[in-house]
Antibody, heavy 122, light 109 residues
Framework: QVQLVESGGGVVQPGRSLRLSCAASGFTFSSYTIHWVRQAPGKGLEWVAVILYDGSDEYYTESVKGRFTIPRDRSRNTLYLQMNSLRVEDTAVYYC???????????????WGQGTMVTVSS | QSALTQPASVSGSPGQSITISCTGTSSDVGSYNLLSWYQQHPGKAPKLMIYEGSKRPSGVSNRFSGSKSGNTASLTISGLQAEDEADYYCSSYAGSSVVFGGGTKLTVL
């Protein structure tokens, strides 16, 4: 079964760090680009970041540049979102989402995880 | 990167057709054929409904159709059904990033 499963969310104080995980199964992890997308409570979707399928580059939305990174562990078919210097405005449900087709970095997102909630609050 | 512009809400009666617009710029919608539409029910993850402006993934009803002209894309849902009530988001590639619309809440009366 093709799926993505996020974990690692929780409540964290401003300025602290948190690492989210996105575990992939049912498909060839190294052939697909996976993005991170977030949704603040009651708000719309916001693209956060991506690491290209071949690991050649990473891209981030402006508000998280320099604070977030996307490590990945191919042996575990797992992508991470390392979030440092967290801010109140980072509070959201974080989804990982897979590109529709192999070797396509900028493609529609056909497989989404269930999301994991991150709350940044003092 | 500014969000794409969608109407906040639309409504229609069962069996009717509705159209949701999504307006961007020449830096996103107008420049790339990478426009997608997602349906999201409350508390659920988004579901891909349309990609590359007008293509339907396998399993998506043919009641859903998409089009694009210039900087504006549209999602049309024909033969409205109660289960179509949801939030709908458009998104576009915007040059090394992705931009989403603000979302449209569809109410089936």
């Amino acid at each position: 079964q093709v799926q993505l499963v996020e974990s690692g969310g929780g409540v964290v104080q401003p300025g602290r760090s948190l690492r989210l995980s996105c575990a992939a199964s049912g498909f060839t992890f190294s052939s697909y680009t996976i993005h991170w997308v977030r949704q603040a409570p009651g708000k719309g979707l916001e693209w956060v970041a991506v690491i290209l399928y071949d690991g050649s580059d990473e891209y981030y939305t402006e508000s998280v540049k320099g604070r977030f990174t996307i490590p990945r562990d191919r042996s575990r078919n797992t992508l991470y979102l390392q979030m440092n210097s967290l801010r109140v405005e980072d509070t959201a449900v974080y989804y990982c989402a897979r590109a529709l087709r192999v070797w396509r970095d900028w493609d529609a997102f056909d497989i989404w995880g269930q999301g994991t909630m991150v709350t940044v609050s003092s | 990167q500014s969000a794409l512009t969608q109407p906040a809400s639309v409504s229609g009666s069962p069996g009717q057709s509705i159209t949701i617009s999504c307006t961007g710029t020449s830096s996103d919608v107008g420049s790339y054929n990478l426009l997608s539409w997602y349906q999201q029910h409350p508390g659920k993850a988004p579901k891909l409904m349309i990609y590359e402006g007008s293509k339907r993934p396998s399993g998506v009803s043919n009641r859903f159709s998409g089009s694009k002209s210039g900087n504006t894309a549209s999602l049309t849902i024909s033969g409205l059904q109660a289960e179509d009530e949801a939030d709908y988001y458009c998104s576009s590639y915007a040059g090394s990033s992705v931009v989403f619309g603000g979302g449209t809440k569809l109410t089936v009366l």
